[in-house]
T-cell receptor
């Protein structure tokens, strides 16, 4: 199994508070991704990174920011959480981008009240 | 528009029988990858199988095979000899190389394996 951990695994927060989710990998893969999973939508890409300090937006990036200061860590921040951001968040990694296989972390369940 | 369609929200299969989960995709890109992932009730996303758009042979991984029909833009997952542990949600996905980066997931098919 790919060495990917996410923290926290569960979080309950209130509307308007900032939230940061962390993804950590031990595979030294160049690409890292954040997805959200909602019923009926499958997974949707929020942001991705193709190297340290190199990030780009995905399909549903509004309300989210990311940072990658080290190869192994990719942070997702909700600057001011809203109830619509209640979701399950998955981190994924791949050796390169494009059509490479992505391997997923265990997920983080976020509830915004 | 680039899209993945899984038309079967739920399916039942008898243990030890084979089952096919449907996936159609839409893209004008020539270079793409097609994937299937399994999500059991515990929630993790497990990679099952990959097919590249230029691969001429259908991908096979143990009991999983991907029936790739490029002209029809379909990438169906075939699970042979179903087991109770195969009960899960299955997602088809497509990754595109051109014009930046994009991965698109279908809405999923929930498979129930009956004893």
């Amino acid at each position: 199994d790919a060495g990917i951990t996410q923290s926290p695994r569960h979080k309950v927060t209130e509307t308007g508070t900032p939230v940061t989710l962390r993804c950590h990998q031990t595979e030294n893969h160049r690409y890292m991704y954040w997805y959200r999973q909602d019923p009926g939508h499958g997974l949707r890409l929020i942001h991705y990174s193709y190297g340290v300090k190199d990030t780009d937006k995905g399909e549903v990036s509004d309300g989210y920011s990311v940072s990658r200061s080290k190869t192994e860590d990719f942070l997702l921040t909700l600057e001011s959480a809203t109830s619509s951001q209640t979701s399950v968040y998955f981190c994924a990694i791949s050796e390169s981008g494009g059509t490479e296989t992505q391997y997923f972390g265990p997920g983080t369940r976020l509830l915004v009240l | 528009a680039q899209k993945i369609t899984q038309t079967q929200p739920g399916m039942f299969v008898q243990e030890k029988e084979a089952v096919t989960l449907d996936c159609t995709y839409d893209t004008s890109d020539q270079s793409y990858g097609l994937f299937w992932y399994k999500q059991p009730s515990s929630g993790e996303m497990i990679f099952l199988i990959y097919q590249g758009s230029y691969d001429e042979q259908n991908a096979t991984e143990g009991r999983y095979s991907l029936n790739f029909q490029k002209a029809r833009k379909s990438a169906n997952l075939v699970i042979s000899a179903s087991q109770l542990g195969d009960s899960a949600m299955y997602f088809c996905a497509m990754s595109l190389r051109g014009g930046g980066f994009k991965t698109i997931f279908g809405a999923g098919t929930r498979l129930f394996v009956k004893a």
